[in-house]
C-alpha cells in the first residue's frame, strides 16, 4: 500500500488497517515460529506497512494540534 492510498483513508479505516496489520504480523511470526512461513519477505512487508500507517497517523495528529481551535 503506497502512501497516497494511505492519505486518501479516513483515520477509522486507518486504524481497522493498523489492528489487521498487527494481526497479520503476529500470524506471520507465529507461522514463522512453527516453519510454516513459505515466503520470509512478508515480515518486513507488514513491518513497513504498519510503519507507514503509523507515520501518517501521526503527521495527522500533529497537524490537529497545530491548528488554533
Not at 494511505?6 to 481497522?16: G, H, L, P, Q, V
Not at 506471520?28 to 512487508?45: G, S
Amino acid at each position: 500500500m503506497k502512501a497516497n492510498e494511505i492519505r486518501a483513508m479516513s483515520t477509522e479505516e486507518m486504524n481497522k488497517q493498523l489492528q489487521a496489520a498487527y494481526q497479520q504480523l503476529w500470524d506471520l511470526r507465529l507461522k514463522a515460529n512453527t516453519r510454516q512461513l513459505v515466503n520470509h519477505r512478508e515480515i518486513p512487508r507488514v513491518k513497513k506497512q504498519i510503519a507507514a500507517l503509523k507515520t501518517i497517523l501521526r503527521e495527522r495528529a500533529l497537524e490537529s494540534q497545530e491548528r488554533p481551535a
